[in-house]
């Protein structure tokens, strides 16, 4: 059957009022997209089933003491045959998922008379859209996911603080007996980093000449300009900018993983729309954090048009998630183009979120193509390696300290 539409169904979104309106329209504002690079990518077979297995060879379990092995004198070791070493792995399941929608529903005619640049600033808002779901699905499952957590509480030891740390802990859900209390600080964070190093045994990543390896830490501005304040770390940061270093330079103008080197094995990103919370439900024995939307919208029903503003509740939120990321944490795949068997056969499908533009001629609603929309798919799966080498962090958010001062 056609697809009839109606008037109330059709988006108004090319602008008209060019009497009082001079220029281009303003393309819609991009948020960053720090996780898009993050991880490694591949290719998710078809032909192998929905769901796949994959393993990870763990540390080889010594039959002796890694502290002080023990060694016999050889002219005694004849007849001997050592101590039992032995290897193991851990298996992970993992299934390719998918994501569809479609933009407004538009008609050619609007576009006729309507203000220049309309159709292809909407275009853009949708592409920026995609790219935003493609960024907060990879944040959500790597702090869901990963196989370590820590809160930060101030009363108490790292040990405490810290959960999970093996391959085995992937999915490691939040302590529920902690009651998170204080923000995040540079020194815990470089606390956590050392252990990510020593004890578990993460991978940094490359320089790619601008400096030393480092670990990854994303979060947003406030929490890392927090960390520039910090005392410490801005005597340090001015001390090499006086100094006439540009890794004091750098590092004093912008903490991010392109523009500033590391700095003591971290580099930062910024991500506009961390997870955030205020209150947790349940689930189980553990604390599950209830995330709440950085977006509310807004809707006018006049031009069946509709636009996103930040959340005040998220704006407010007392709680807030940073991520450390070692290398070599999860894969993510997109699927193999299959365009079916023998007669069986589809259309490619739209793998990495692109938009594509949709319209079918018929001999009823639309057997001029007047009416189309955009269609979007975004397929992947993640392909678990070292989920422990994330690190979702809890913080308090700190009040923003203004500067200023009655007088």
Same mark, same amino acid.
């Given at each position: 059957?056609?697809?009839?539409?109606?008037?109330?169904?059709?988006? $108004?979104?090319?602008?008209?009022?060019?009497?009082?309106?001079?220029?281009? #329209?303003?393309?819609?504002?991009?948020?960053?997209?720090?996780?898009?690079?993050?991880?490694?990518?591949?290719?998710?077979? =078809?032909?192998? !089933?929905?769901?796949?297995?994959?393993?990870?060879?763990?540390?080889?379990?010594?039959?002796? =003491?890694?502290?002080?092995?023990?060694?016999?004198? /050889?002219?005694?070791?004849?007849?001997?045959?050592?101590?039992?070493?032995?290897?193991?792995?851990?298996?992970?399941?993992?299934?390719? $998922?998918?994501?569809?929608?479609?933009?407004?529903?538009?008609?050619? $005619?609007?576009?006729?008379?309507?203000?220049?640049? =309309?159709?292809?600033?909407?275009?853009?808002?949708?592409?920026?859209?995609?790219?935003?779901? #493609?960024?907060?699905?990879?944040?959500?499952?790597?702090?869901?996911?990963?196989?370590?957590?820590?809160?930060?509480?101030?009363?108490?030891?790292?040990?405490?603080?810290?959960?999970? !740390?093996?391959?085995?802990?992937?999915?490691?859900?939040?302590?529920?007996?902690?009651?998170?209390?204080?923000?995040?600080? /540079?020194?815990?964070?470089?606390?956590?980093?050392?252990?990510?190093?020593?004890?578990?045994?993460?991978?940094?990543?490359?320089?790619?000449?601008?400096?030393?390896?480092?670990?990854?830490?994303?979060?947003?501005?406030?929490?890392?300009?927090?960390?520039?304040?910090?005392?410490?770390?801005?005597?340090?940061?001015?001390?090499?900018?006086?100094?006439?270093?540009?890794?004091?330079?750098?590092?004093?103008?912008?903490?991010?993983?392109?523009? =500033?080197?590391?700095?003591? !094995?971290?580099?930062? !990103? #910024?991500?506009?729309?961390?997870?955030?919370?205020?209150?947790?439900?349940?689930?189980?024995?553990?604390?599950?954090?209830?995330?709440?939307?950085?977006?509310?919208?807004?809707?006018?029903?006049?031009?069946?048009?509709?636009?996103?503003?930040?959340?005040?509740?998220?704006?407010?939120?007392?709680?807030?998630?940073?991520?450390?990321?070692?290398?070599?944490?999860?894969?993510?795949? #997109?699927?193999?183009?299959?365009?079916?068997?023998?007669?069986?056969?589809?259309?490619? $499908?739209?793998?990495?979120?692109?938009?594509?533009?949709?319209?079918?001629?018929?001999?009823?609603?639309?057997?001029?193509?007047?009416?189309?929309?955009?269609?979007?798919?975004?397929?992947?799966?993640?392909?678990?390696?070292?989920?422990?080498?994330?690190?979702?962090?809890?913080?308090?958010?700190?009040?923003?300290?203004?500067?200023?001062?009655?007088?």
């Amino acid at each position: 059957m056609a697809d009839c539409l109606t008037p109330a169904s059709i988006s $108004q979104i090319a602008k008209k009022d060019s009497n009082r309106l001079v220029g281009t #329209v303003a393309k819609a504002l991009a948020a960053n997209s720090p996780y898009i690079g993050l991880l490694r990518g591949g290719t998710f077979e =078809s032909g192998k !089933g929905d769901t796949v297995v994959s393993s990870v060879e763990m540390q080889a379990a010594p039959g002796d =003491s890694l502290a002080a092995p023990t060694f016999t004198d /050889f002219t005694a070791i004849a007849g001997t045959n050592g101590t039992q070493e032995n290897t193991g792995k851990v298996d992970f399941s993992y299934k390719l $998922q998918a994501k569809r929608g479609k933009g407004p529903k538009v008609k050619m $005619q609007d576009g006729y008379g309507a203000f220049k640049s =309309s159709y292809l600033t909407a275009e853009d808002a949708l592409k920026k859209l995609v790219t935003q779901y #493609v960024n907060a699905d990879i944040q959500y499952n790597l702090v869901t996911s990963s196989a370590s957590k820590f809160q930060c509480v101030a009363a108490d030891s790292f040990t405490t603080l810290f959960q999970g !740390g093996t391959e085995a802990n992937i999915g490691q859900a939040w302590n529920p007996a902690l009651v998170v209390d204080s923000p995040l600080s /540079f020194k815990a964070l470089h606390a956590i980093a050392r252990y990510l190093k020593e004890a578990l045994f993460g991978e940094m990543f490359s320089a790619e000449g601008k400096g030393q390896q480092h670990f990854r830490f994303i979060g947003s501005s406030d929490i890392v300009e927090s960390f520039r304040n910090e005392t410490g770390v801005k005597e340090i940061g001015m001390a090499l900018t006086q100094g006439g270093y540009k890794l004091g330079e750098e590092m004093v103008s912008g903490y991010s993983f392109e523009t =500033s080197p590391a700095y003591r !094995g971290l580099a930062f !990103g #910024v991500t506009h729309r961390p997870l955030r919370f205020s209150a947790y439900g349940t689930g189980g024995a553990a604390a599950v954090p209830q995330w709440i939307n950085p977006v509310t919208v807004t809707t006018d029903g006049t031009t069946n048009t509709a636009y996103a503003t930040a959340n005040t509740s998220w704006l407010s939120a007392t709680y807030e998630i940073g991520v450390l990321v070692a290398d070599g944490t999860f894969e993510r795949q #997109v699927p193999e183009r299959y365009a079916g068997e023998g007669t069986f056969k589809f259309a490619p $499908q739209l793998h990495m979120g692109e938009l594509d533009w949709h319209y079918v001629k018929d001999n009823d609603c639309n057997a001029w193509g007047d009416y189309g929309f955009h269609k979007y798919q975004i397929t992947r799966a993640y392909k678990p390696l070292r989920p422990q080498h994330i690190i979702p962090i809890m913080f308090k958010r700190a009040t923003t300290d203004l500067g200023l001062t009655a007088i």
